[in-house]
């Protein structure tokens, strides 16, 4: 069986996808406003960015959104610097939906499985005797997903108020909430989403949440 029997070719259709997606992402570069995007950068020609909102989105090199990537940015919230800052390298999967009032920011190499929802503050809805769509937005706070993070299929990264920060290497389990800080080197899953092991550093072990929980509880009880 030749080798190309054992592997068929690619549907040529498929390069008019990417030819598209490269033409687009220079009609952004060329008309767009943006803070930076990147040279290297892909951005799929049927993600929704607008051209409105492109001042405040900072894509860096070699950036790739893949199809059906919703930007959205709300324009009364802070002005200073970009509310979106998409670091070196990171790769932003299928339906991913992020929306940043104060800043929400990707170190480099993030990587974001399809349909990930990514979120610094909520809708107000305190009134009840108003629609919610007609009482704004809260505060809410700001979002960071440390360098080389890995967060999985249908997850939610959601703050309420104040920083929200996940430390480098960080993988975040399929469907997981996270509403809180977790350090560096952490695996954490559900819904809300816990630590389930962490990396230590000074062993080159992984170390399971249950264990470090117990081990904080001891060291409490001895102050």
Excluded at 25 to 34: G, K, Q
Aim: glycine fraction near 10%; aromatic fraction near 8%; hydrophobic fraction near 40%.
């Amino acid at each position: 069986m030749t080798h190309s029997a054992k592997h068929p070719a690619e549907d040529p259709l498929k390069l008019l996808s990417r030819i598209r997606s490269a033409l687009y992402t220079r009609w952004l570069r060329s008309t767009y406003p943006f803070a930076k995007l990147g040279t290297g950068a892909s951005i799929h020609h049927s993600c929704d960015i607008s051209r409105v909102h492109s001042p405040h989105i900072l894509i860096d090199d070699h950036v790739f959104f893949a199809r059906d990537v919703w930007i959205n940015i709300v324009l009364e919230g802070p002005g200073e610097g970009p509310k979106l800052i998409v670091g070196k390298g990171c790769k932003i999967g299928r339906r991913a939906t992020i929306s940043a009032l104060n800043q929400i920011k990707f170190e480099e190499d993030v990587l974001l499985a399809p349909s990930v929802l990514i979120m610094d503050h909520n809708h107000q809805y305190s009134d009840v005797h108003r629609p919610i769509h007609e009482q704004g937005v809260t505060e809410g706070g700001r979002i960071t997903i440390g360098r080389n993070s890995w967060l999985g299929h249908g997850c939610v990264v959601f703050c309420s108020k104040g920083e929200l920060v996940l430390g480098r290497n960080c993988v975040v389990g399929a469907n997981s909430v996270v509403t809180k800080s977790f350090p560096p080197y952490s695996v954490i899953a559900g819904s809300p989403a816990r630590l389930i092991k962490v990396f230590d550093e000074a062993s080159g072990e992984w170390l399971r949440g249950d264990f470090l929980a117990n081990e904080q509880s001891l060291n409490v009880g001895k102050v």
